[in-house]
């Protein structure tokens, strides 16, 4: 069986990447200043997101007006394959370009639309998402930050946490509650927050993956007064956005498992074989589940895709977060496995094809290993999304 896109798709694919070819930052840009993450924008990175937001291919599928190009399904697939292919990524503030400017277009007034989305699709404003709080994660409906409508503002108070990004955004997108008396999930609205407010604090912290690396933040609010038309949706329907958001992080997030684990195979591979250690038994054996994992993976995303171009919903999401985040995981600890104590050396990393490429595919086996637990904790763990499969897949009681 041959799996191959119509002629069309394929058109679409070789445009953007005779663009890339033309466009994407070459090796002499900045590969010093390479952001490792939010924490040092260099001005290249703001540019080349502005060239692609121009070119209409930031977010193919908007408008132009939105860096866009009306393209299909499909047509945004290959783009983000192409993407993926070559490690590079679109934005600096991956959060602000696939969580929060989706959202304002999806529920933002017009106004919210041409002061928050369009500039932070144009890399001139870059956004937070205010979610978790510490003791509101996994059950989100919990979150206690509270805002009280006093006249044309929302008075906040409370507590953030994992907030990435936040110390370098101008704005949060925070959900808080405004009606303590409602059920849980009723009485959540969603505001953008400018984050020069009075009385707003971020505190960066660093994570397991490098102390040094300070993306997350906790973000405190004492009595911060945010105008009532950054109310984005409606009062008390902040739930709404909230599902929604989620939503446009998760569709294809599985094709960047199955990048991870292509990488794992290419370079996990050539490294095993320089190191003499590929004709072991059992390290043959685990290569061999990759190899089949990344596959498996990649016709199970493909299979959402085509339900997802007919209109209708895939079940299957649940899996490809939890197959795609574990199956990379393992494949990571595995590679230490096999290297033994080389794999701990953090100057056993790969050299970056160019300026764009992600950190993670160039980290040492170590870091790659640590960073594997964004992958099966943030949007969802990997028990909560046993959770949803158990219910929703399998149809099992609660
Ligand atoms: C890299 C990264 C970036 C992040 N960025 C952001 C961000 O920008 N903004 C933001 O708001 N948040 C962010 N988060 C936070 C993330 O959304 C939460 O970590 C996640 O939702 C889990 O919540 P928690 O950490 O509070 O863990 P908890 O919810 O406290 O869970 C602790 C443990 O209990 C398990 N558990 C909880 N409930 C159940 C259940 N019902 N059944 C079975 N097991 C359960 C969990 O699986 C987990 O193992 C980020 C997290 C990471 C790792």
Redesign the pocket.
Known sequence: MRLRFDEPTEAFRREFVAWLAENAPDEATALSERPRSTAHIPGWAREWQRTLFDAGWLVPGNPPEYGGRNASLLQVFVHLEEMGRRHIYPSFNP?GLSIIAPSLLVFGTEQQKQRFAVPILRAEKTA?????EPD?????ASLRTRAVLDGDRFVLNGQ??????AHDADVILAFVRTDPEAPPHKGISCLVVPTDSPGLTRRPFG?IVSPDDLD?NEVFFDDVEVPAENLVGELHQGWRVATRSLGHERAMLWLGFAERIDDLIDQGGSELVALGLDDDALTLDWFGDLVVDAHALRLLGYRTLAKARRGVEATEQSILKLFGSEASQAGALRMLDALGPDGLDPDRRSAPLNPLHEAAFTASWWERYLRS??GT????????Q??IIAERVLGLPR
């Open positions: 959060q937070a998402l205010g979610m978790s509101a994660g996994s059950d989100l953030k946490v994992w907030t990435s990004g994570s997350f637990f964004a904790i943030a949007g969802g763990t990997s028990q909560i046993r959770n």
